[in-house]
């Protein structure tokens, strides 16, 4: 199984471990592993800036960026929302949808 390097963490993690895109940028999948991007999440909303670090989490993933989509995953998938949302943005019927 092939491994990756963090960016946020330095830990080299399985490719399991990122969350996949579309963007051509990133190789096919984030450069921040999914626990990393986890506890951004977590700090930002504790800090009142949660939808700000989503917004700028989903240009990088390249799909769009909608708010009360994002809510109603973030309130039944916790920790795990990023990836279950940017799976969702990323397949159809959003696949001719972008961060734009």
């Keep these: 199984m092939a491994l990756k390097k963090c960016q946020r963490c330095g830990e080299e993690l399985s490719t399991g471990a990122y ?3 579309n963007s051509i940028v990133h ?3 984030l450069p ?7 506890k ?3 700090k930002a909303y504790s800090e009142g800036n949660g ?4 917004d700028k989490i989903c240009q990088w ?6 708010p009360e989509h994002w809510e109603k995953m973030y309130e ?9 949302y940017i799976s969702t943005f990323r397949g159809k019927p959003y696949d001719t949808l972008d961060w734009k």
């Design 19 to 21: 969350i996949a895109v």
């Design 27 to 29: 190789g096919g999948s």
């Design 32 to 38: 921040i592993c999914r626990h990393c991007l986890a």
């Design 40 to 42: 951004q999440i977590d």
């Design 51 to 54: 939808w700000n670090v989503v």
């Design 61 to 66: 993933a390249d799909v769009p960026f909608v």
């Design 76 to 84: 039944g998938h916790g920790r795990d929302a990023i990836g279950v």
